[in-house]
């Protein structure tokens, strides 16, 4: 699998844009860019994920650089229980369809009041 | 649906016992996973299974862990003997694949283990 990088710790204000960025510059070409997010005392939490084109929904946006070795999670309007750790991990379907995630130490936001 | 359910939430034991922790996937759900989590080592995945039947237990620390599952609504994670390196929280996870699929993997709240 690619290696992800993504900063340890991040702020943001409540009620702003929180900018989540990740590198994975090994990616390669079949590989999806997923996000997940672990709130304290609970599981994984799945939040987007993506291959080349960038992705909305109802908890975030993923955007992907043309060259597809950088991404960024956006979450538009941060409150307080936005307040994790997410986890960018890429991963290719292996042939037994199983797509098991393997996920690194991810970025922990803090939202502040 | 509940979500993947996961019991006991916290388990205190002392060296050398045994302990049972049990997971009931999300009905419908073809893939079952046990992970672990420590702050050294974060997620690990340990084990899982495809429509009941173990596919890769290679994360398995060593031979004093055994995974089952039984039956399609039901796994259990054993530990046995137990051992204060043990502690961790374990996390079910469970989801529903088409092969070369792209899908959400749905977690359980976790057991947090202590051995002491």
């Known amino acids: 699998d690619a290696k992800t990088t993504q900063p340890p710790s991040m702020d943001c204000a409540e009620g702003r844009a929180a900018n989540l960025p990740c590198n994975h510059s090994?990616?390669?070409?079949?590989?999806?860019v997923y996000w997940y997010r672990q709130i304290h005392s609970q599981g994984p939490q799945y939040i987007i994920h993506?291959?080349?084109n960038n992705e909305t929904n109802e908890m975030a946006s993923l955007i992907i650089t043309e060259d597809r070795k950088s991404s960024t999670l956006i979450l538009p309007h941060a409150t307080l229980r936005d307040t994790a750790v997410y986890y960018c991990i890429v991963r290719l379907p292996d042939q037994t369809g199983a797509n098991n995630l393997f996920f690194g130490t991810g970025t922990r936001l803090t939202v502040i009041p | 649906d509940a979500g993947v359910i996961q019991s006991p939430r916290h388990e205190v034991t002392e060296m050398g016992q045994e302990v049972t922790l049990r997971c009931k996937p999300i009905?419908?759900?073809?893939?079952l996973f046990w992970y672990r989590q420590t702050m050294m080592r974060g997620l690990e995945l340990l084990i899982y299974f495809n429509n009941n039947v173990p596919i890769d237990d290679s994360g398995m620390p060593e031979d004093r862990f055994s995974a089952k599952m039984p039956n399609a609504s039901f796994s259990t994670l054993k530990i046995q003997p137990s051992e204060p390196r043990d502690s961790a929280v374990y996390f079910c996870a469970s989801s529903f694949r088409r092969r070369g699929s792209n899908e959400k993997l749905f977690f359980g709240s976790g057991t947090q283990l202590s051995v002491l």
């Open positions: 009905s419908g759900h073809d893939y």
């Open positions: 993506g291959l080349k």
């Open positions: 090994t990616i390669s070409g079949n590989e999806y």
